[in-house]
């Protein structure tokens, strides 16, 4: 005989749905469910519901967005959707991201796909409004998500100085070198790095 146990937030309701949630569900075991109907001392036989593994069936939300602009480029800051408890923080395999960029003068559309939860969008137009609005795809179901609420910013002034060009990295062993090509002599140059976070 199988050892049903009260559902936390569906006993005694008077409406026709309830909110389990708060049950601490393992997302990854099958779960199954049964209900019934009660009036005082009478109730209607255990209807079972199929089972479901809630990993299997959740809906993936938006990811968080944050912009920064640059004369010609924009970067962009995801978090991925389940930040803060949800099971998608917990999901080991991973999210590619969708992003579709516009220009608010034209409107014409592009789409850019990334795995990073930190990328840039190159060779904008300086002082533009662009608009963009992202969604995550969890890989290992192949499930899309919502899109984000769209986002604006414009791109700064355009630098006076050309960016330096064929930015190279070379790996031998544990050496690393970064080499580039540049026009301007008198010049110096900065360099820096941020460790992407492993999805």
Known sequence: MENWIKLPGCQHIMDTK???????????EEVKLHLRAEQGNSSSSW?????????KIAHVGPPAVHLE????????????PG???????LDD?????SIDIWSNSSGVEKTVKTSYLTDKIFSLLPETTYCLKVKAVQI?????????????????????????????VY?????????????????TFKAQWLLEMKL
């Open 18 to 28: 309830c909110d389990f949630s708060s049950a601490n569900l393992d997302v990854y």
């Open 171 to 187: 790996a031998d062993s544990k050496n690393y070198v970064l080499t580039w090509d540049y026009t301007y002599t008198n010049v």
């Open 140 to 168: 290992g179901l192949g499930r899309h998500g919502a899109y984000s609420p769209v986002h604006c910013i414009n791109t700064t002034v355009a630098n006076k100085m050309p960016a330096p060009e064929n930015v190279k």
């Open 47 to 55: 209807i079972e519901v199929d089972s479901f593994v809630p990993f």
């Open 83 to 89: 930040k803060g408890g949800n099971m998608w923080a």
């Open 69 to 80: 602009a640059e004369d010609k480029a924009i970067v962009i800051y995801i978090t991925r």
């Open 93 to 97: 395999l991973g999210f590619t991201y």
